[in-house]
């Protein structure tokens, strides 16, 4: 049943009011004479409602005690009164009252408004705790979130945008764009709000409070509609500025060997960043690959598949041994200029044609590549080649960077935050953000930076802790700690 306090300064009022109540099966938990009284009673009862007699005793009318319970506790009121003035009315408005009951009343007056009042009351609740469920998402999700709305005024800012750039929303939110350092063409930014759902990448560039600059590539744009009008735009985004930086490292003239295991420069970054240039792909897969990049410009993406059938399907083209390849890689390489090649399960042809034949088409395919000044990635599994024919492949395909601890030079910053981690681990003390701002005195986004650096390279292993994440240094990190 239903509780409700019940605020009336007339006693006989009051049990009338109980009365009726209890005959509708609802459950009067208290009565009280003065706002001071509510005030107190809504707090140590919590009741489900409210009826409050606007005139009461005392210096609190009930429009003060509602104001009062409504800024402490979300609980619907109903007000009840004999009469009243317009200066009264416009108070009792201003608290959004769930209903407005004049006394004498009928008891099917009360018991529809209260129905009504605690419907409303659930309602508002539910939409609260989505609303709430929403924000909690925005703001822990990795993504970078902000809304523009039509003054160009930022009124989204979640915690992915705050750590990546190093300004706090209290710096941010409510001002326009063109007023912020953090974003260096804010004419590109305004552009973006006229668009649909972009077909291929788009990408804006965000400064952080150190005045590095971070590019963001896009991945949604939606208008977000308040009483038929568009209110704001929805912006998504994906911080990308370290793998273009690994990307643009690539020469043209190169064939790049691509290990499997590589988790820094994957398969989808390759096509989604060469497509944005401009670049022509031909990528060679037995997977429907390009299934996984909806957002690439078809123009700019041609996949060729790996079969064993001997007919091959024109619309779907297909090759089945390393004739077929090269002649397929030199007629794209002849077509198109900037091309990349991307050539995936390599173990097809070793596998259906033995390691000696491939070999013979590499030199074939390196020597295209490098007289029509293209790209060409390999995915390589190692463990399909032993350390011989692993050695061979580097001689005629360049092999990536890797993290190799015998040649890794950290900068003194990278250096300082490892030999940290590693020295509070002698003395068995756990590491978070927290421990590291305190002790080296670097701002948050720089310590998430120099963090993501050596895990990227291997040294140092990132664990949940309860609510919070600990920094581990790995085996490797102190290889390279004892080394120095």
């Not at 459950?27 to 409602?49: H, N, R, S, Y």
């Not at 209110?231 to 691509?258: C, R, V």
């Amino acid at each position: 049943m239903k509780k409700i306090l019940v605020v009336e300064d007339e006693s006989i009022v009051a049990l009338e009011i109980q009365n009726r109540l209890e005959d509708l099966g609802y459950t009067v938990i208290d009565i009280v004479d003065t706002g001071e009284q509510a005030i107190k009673k809504a707090a140590e009862t919590k009741p489900d409602l409210i009826l409050m007699d606007i005139y009461l005793k005392g210096n609190m009318d009930g429009i003060k005690a509602a104001q009062y319970i409504q800024q402490n506790q979300h609980i619907p009121i109903i007000y009840l009164t004999a009469y009243a003035d317009t200066e009264t009315l416009n108070r009792a408005r201003i608290t959004t009252p769930y209903a407005y009951i004049v006394k004498p009343f009928e008891e099917r007056e009360l018991q529809s408004n209260i129905e009504i009042a605690l419907y409303k009351h659930q309602t508002e609740r539910k939409l609260q705790d989505t609303k709430n469920h929403l924000e909690n998402i925005v703001e822990h999700i990795t993504e970078i979130i902000f809304t523009i709305n039509q003054e160009h005024k930022i009124t989204t800012w979640n915690n992915s945008a705050e750590q990546l750039t190093g300004y706090p929303k209290k710096e941010v939110l409510n001002k326009k764009i063109t007023e912020l350092p953090v974003f260096p063409q804010p004419e590109k930014t305004k552009h973006l709000l006229n668009q649909k759902q972009p077909t291929k990448p788009i990408r804006i560039h965000l400064q952080t409070i150190a005045n590095e600059q971070k590019t963001i590539q896009i991945n949604q744009i939606t208008p977000l509609h308040n009483q038929q009008k568009t209110s704001s735009t929805l912006i998504i985004g994906t911080d990308i500025t370290e793998t273009i930086q690994k990307l643009n490292q690539f020469q043209p003239g190169n064939t790049y060997i691509l290990p499997q295991t590589n988790h820094q420069i994957t398969l989808p970054s390759l096509i989604n960043y060469f497509t944005s240039c401009q670049h022509h792909i031909l990528l060679i897969t037995r997977k429907n690959t390009e299934q996984n990049h909806k957002k690439t410009t078809e123009k700019h993406l041609h996949t060729v598949y790996l079969t064993n059938q001997l007919k091959t399907n024109e619309s779907q083209p297909c090759v089945s041994n390393t004739k077929d390849l090269t002649k397929q890689i030199t007629e794209y390489c002849n077509k198109n200029h900037q091309a990349v090649i991307i050539l995936t399960n390599i173990d097809y042809f070793i596998i259906q044609q033995g390691f000696t034949e491939f070999m013979k088409t590499m030199y074939q395919l390196t020597d295209l590549i490098n007289d029509t000044n293209n790209l060409c990635f390999i995915t390589l599994n190692p463990n399909i080649l032993n350390n011989q024919q692993q050695a061979l492949l580097k001689q005629v395909a360049t092999e990536l960077p890797q993290n190799n601890i015998n040649s890794m030079v950290l900068t003194e910053e990278l250096h300082t935050v490892l030999e940290f981690i590693q020295q509070q681990k002698n003395k068995g003390s756990l590491v978070t953000l927290k421990t590291i701002k305190q002790q080296l005195n670097f701002s948050y986004p720089t310590i998430k930076k120099r963090l993501n650096d050596l895990e990227q390279k291997g040294l140092i292993i990132k664990r949940k802790q309860g609510r919070s994440k600990t920094v581990h240094i790995s085996q490797k990190g102190e290889q390279l700690i004892n080394q120095t």
